[in-house]
């Protein structure tokens, strides 16, 4: 469905592997298995392809959390325990807000179109058209204490 | 220079399609220029496993937003409503929702019933006829009887309520308030060769079935085969005119940006109700220094946009509300007319939709805080996608002289021609009705029995429906064209489009800015021996 150019251009290898390591905390894989985590769907080459504009600020952002990190805790982001990744993105969104906002925006774009994301949804994996869908006429019934009210709009001279 | 015609009509959209497809019938020379193209359906989001995605760039309804090379930017930075278009064949109805109210009768007498504003030179009545051409033409779906209305009789069925309606159905009857399926320009059956609505959901993209009533599907290609010419790609820069204040013509941009020239014995204005003065404004002469058919002063004047409200709620069952027309399921008119108790005159339209994609509903889960990073985002998205019923509130939108469209000293299209600017603030009245809508809006999705309720307004991406920038009237000091159409300055230029609106009633505007097109077309056609008297 997503074309997959190489990322790489747009963003450091290190970059890719601190980015790598955030995205499961946008969305992480749910405890039963039935949805994959935001790491799995193919983020990088999404950005790439469909937020190129949002990438010099997010290699800056991504950087700042490999500096936060070496500087806490002496070793690079993707090398830290899962509540030690917490913690740091969320001091820093507490601290500059807007901080990752358009990264999580992208990050949800491409996971819930993602075939495996649908799947898990229950749903299934095809644009609307040309198949469409089936929904329920309704019970006009209801209508019947409406019509009993009678007119409601006024005459006009 | 270019081969003359009798009838030059500037905009291929909901107006000047439904002209065009009235006047073929003359069996005079009628040119159509359209600044945009074509669309193919094919093309459509709805075509596309990314159509959430697309329909956010090159299908924004937000000009801006969609910088395509036909499309003109518009300042919109002093006013708190972005204007919304679509320049194509078929204008902005391939984006609309086809969500298709008639007004009211007292909507046109709003100075009379109410005390404000000013009265049309035209009534329901004088419409009705027009009214129930307009929805035979473009297939409307609706249910006979609704009280809120005098009697109609739409073409085709209405669309499903699905469970999302039939609950806030229930909303509406536990309250005690009115409601009615919505008349929707959307083909519930085969009709005139446009297939049946499949429910793909994102009509407000384009659709691809053809059964949404977009206009480059319903009158053009009636129009084209009895012998109206549509050629696209042709910006007009410039209406002239005669220094016996007649238009001979406009100048216009063809598609390889070559200036061209095309002279007409009539020039019909079909752009919106930004595009339209835009046009005048930028057609000034030594006759007329302050923009074309403006000696009243008041182009570009008057802009009335419905500020908007939305309301959501959320509901613990399963009601499968992403499915279905996004835009189209019910209405309530419960506050509609004018109740002064309420602390504003004239009312809202209540436009009930349907639930959002899942990538919106997690976009907008998120920028809410209703949907977390993290632990907890899959129950919470789950507790949503599907649940979600939606309440427009579509608030009448009064005339006022301070809301304007001019041109911006700087921004420019892609051809050079300077751009408009929108300086635009909500009226007082305007404010509590929209508090109202908002605060019923809540009360309604509670009684429907949501466990989760929140609502805005005005919403900025909202600003669909540009109405009263060259209004009629009998007037010639406070009107731009008479009763038909007709400018007062320029005896044979004509304004068919939203602009003409003298008041913008308090539903969505399409099916009243078709009658007015097709009213004016029979006022042109009965008058031909003496049309620029």
């Not at chain 1, 993707?78 to 500059?96: C, G, H, N, P, Y």
């Not at chain 2, 107006?15 to 159509?32: E, H, K, N, Q, Y």
């Amino acid at each position: 469905m997503i074309a997959s150019p190489n990322p790489a251009s747009a963003l450091t290898a290190a970059q890719l592997q601190t980015l790598d390591a955030v995205l499961n905390l946008i969305v992480p894989p749910s405890a039963d298995g039935r949805m994959p985590g935001a790491a799995e769907v193919g983020v990088p080459a999404y950005l790439y392809i469909e937020a190129a504009d949002a990438l010099p600020v997010l290699g800056e952002e991504l950087d700042e959390l490999e500096r936060r990190a070496h500087a806490r805790y002496t070793r690079g982001y993707a090398s830290l325990e899962q509540v030690e990744r917490i913690a740091l993105v969320e001091e820093l969104r507490a601290q500059t807000p807007g901080f990752m906002n358009r990264l999580a925006m992208e990050t949800l774009a491409c996971y819930y179109q993602h075939d495996r994301v649908f799947e898990g949804l229950g749903m299934e994996t095809r644009p609307p058209y040309p198949k469409g869908y089936e929904v329920v006429q309704g019970d006009l019934s209801l209508l019947d204490p409406v019509r009993a009210r009678g007119k409601i709009y006024r005459d006009a001279p | 220079m270019t081969d003359d015609v009798d009838v030059l009509i500037i905009g291929a959209g909901a107006s000047g399609a439904a002209f065009a497809w009235s006047m073929a019938d003359t069996r005079m020379r009628i040119l159509c220029l359209e600044q945009g193209d074509w669309m193919n359906p094919g093309d459509y989001p709805s075509t596309r496993r990314d159509w959430e995605v697309r329909q956010e760039r090159e299908f924004s309804p937000n000009p801006n937003i969609r910088g395509l090379t036909q499309d003109y930017p518009i300042n919109d930075a002093d006013s708190p409503i972005s204007p919304l278009n679509f320049n194509g064949v078929g204008g902005s109805t391939i984006l609309y929702a086809a969500h298709f109210p008639r007004p009211h009768p007292s909507d046109f007498r709003v100075k009379s019933l109410d005390g404000v504003a000013d009265d049309w030179p035209l009534d329901y009545a004088a419409l009705e006829p027009y009214y129930a051409v307009n929805d035979r033409e473009m297939g409307v779906a609706g249910l006979a009887g609704d009280p809120a209305y005098p009697p109609h009789q739409p073409p085709l069925p209405p669309v499903p309520l699905g469970l999302a309606g039939e609950t806030m159905a229930r909303g509406f009857n536990a309250l005690g308030w009115h409601w009615w399926p919505s008349d929707t320009a959307i083909a519930t059956r085969d009709y005139e060769g446009r297939a049946q609505c499949v429910n793909l959901g994102p009509c407000k993209s384009g659709c691809a079935q053809g059964a949404k009533a977009s206009v480059d599907v319903t009158y053009w290609p009636v129009a084209r085969r009895a012998g109206v010419r549509l050629r696209t790609r042709c910006r007009v820069r410039e209406i002239l005119v005669d220094d016996r204040d007649m238009a001979t013509g406009v100048v216009y941009f063809d598609e390889h940006g070559i200036e061209q020239v095309q002279r007409a014995e009539v020039v019909v204005l079909a752009c919106n109700g930004i595009g339209t003065p835009r046009l005048l404004l930028n057609s000034k002469s030594a006759r007329f220094p302050n923009g074309l058919a403006n000696r009243s002063g008041l182009v570009g004047k008057n802009l009335m946009i419905h500020p908007w409200g939305m309301v959501r709620g959320a509901f613990d069952a399963p009601l499968d509300s992403q499915r279905g027309p996004l835009s189209c399921c019910i209405w309530s008119q419960q506050f509609y007319e004018t109740d002064r108790s309420r602390g504003f005159v004239r009312g809202y339209n209540m436009q009930i939709t349907r639930g959002l994609g899942p990538v919106a509903t997690a976009r907008m889960g998120l920028a809410r805080g209703d949907i977390p990073w993290g632990a907890g985002h899959h129950e919470a998205f789950a507790r949503r996608y599907g649940r979600t019923i939606g309440i427009g509130i579509c608030c009448e939108d009064l005339p006022e002289e301070c809301n304007t469209v001019t041109l911006d000293p700087a921004l420019t299209d892609s051809n050079g021609i300077p751009a408009p600017k929108i300086t635009y603030r909500l009226g007082e009245n305007t404010e509590r009705m929209l508090a109202h809508g908002l605060a019923r809006g809540a009360e309604v999705m509670k009684a429907a029995g949501a466990w989760d309720v929140y609502g805005e307004g005005p919403v900025r991406q909202t600003g669909w429906h540009l109405l009263g920038t060259a209004r009629m009237g009998e007037d010639p000091e406070r009107a731009v064209v008479n009763g038909w159409g007709r400018s007062h300055d320029v005896k044979n230029l004509f304004i068919i489009d939203g602009s003409v609106f003298v008041t913008s009633a308090g539903v969505n505007p399409t099916p009243t800015i078709q009658a007015v097109a097709l009213y004016i077309a029979d006022a042109m056609k009965q008058r031909l021996a003496n049309l620029f008297d």
